[in-house]
């Protein structure tokens, strides 16, 4: 479906309503690719993350998501933050919590996460004492076991270094493959191109293009895009 998630004329007001957050009258994305959304600090990428999870209440406009989904227990959307926040328990009760709340006919069993994120040796560590890339695998590990459709990552490997970088795009590259559509924000431009097949840039909360990542990265129609390929700061 190319227009699987669709945003019609979504506007999001600053606090004080002098300006607007977000301001973006048309996006669509399929409900096959990889879509990267990626654009400087404070474009609005993460607002447009939480609006879609429904974190945040836009100021107009509308979201809606096409549902193909059979199973009642299957969410459509989760989300992982790119500061993650758990229950005050082990990263092993964190994991126990979310599966007993999203119940489904797969049966996962909660060794069978901390074997997938590698967190057996954490198991019964408290998740906030954990290190940042431990703390990012387990949160993109309670993103996924909510059988959700749709998966929004937050910048998923922001503290994480290049072993887990290398393990985090391995399990997104999975459920992709799986059949769960993923919505990624990065600043990261490499990562872009590994995972991504689609790509939108946002700009001071307006996005300026999206199209085919080759495209993106060979033949933007912005200078805004070129500037920030070239690692321009844009202000």
């Known amino acids: 479906m190319k227009d699987f998630i669709k ?7 600053s606090s004080k309503g002098e300006r607007n957050l977000i301001d973006i009258p048309n996006l669509q ?14 474009a609005g990428k993460s607002l447009l993350l939480n ?9 107009a406009g509308t979201i809606k998501i096409k ?15 790119q500061k993650p926040s758990f229950l005050r328990r082990t990263t092993e009760q964190n994991i126990q919590f979310v ?3 999203n119940k489904d006919k797969r049966k996962v069993s909660y060794l069978d996460v901390l074997e997938r994120f590698d967190l057996i040796a954490q198991r019964k560590i408290l998740a906030n004492k954990l290190s940042g890339g431990e703390k990012q695998r387990l ?5 996924i076991i909510t059988n959700s459709k749709i998966l929004l990552l937050d910048e998923p490997t922001a503290n994480a270094d290049p072993r887990t970088t290398l393990k985090i795009e391995k399990i997104i590259k999975e459920e992709a493959i799986a059949g769960k559509k993923i919505l990624l924000v990065t600043h990261n431009i ?24 080759a495209v993106f990265l060979n033949h933007p129609k ?8 070239e690692g321009e700061i844009l202000i």
């Open 7 to 13: 945003i019609k004329n979504l506007i999001l007001f």
């Open 139 to 143: 949160a993109l590990g309670l993103a």
């Open 190 to 213: 490499p990562q872009a191109k590994r995972l991504g097949q689609d790509i939108a840039f946002i700009h001071r909360g307006k996005v300026l293009e999206h199209c085919d990542k």
């Open 29 to 42: 994305f399929d409900s096959k690719s990889i879509s990267v959304i990626i654009g400087p600090n404070g």
């Open 99 to 101: 599966l007993e709340l």
């Open 67 to 81: 549902s193909s989904i059979k199973d009642k227990s299957c969410k459509k959307v989760s989300i992982m933050m």
């Open 51 to 59: 609006i879609i999870q429904g974190l945040i209440l836009p100021s």
């Open 222 to 229: 912005v200078k805004e895009i070129n500037q920030f390929l």
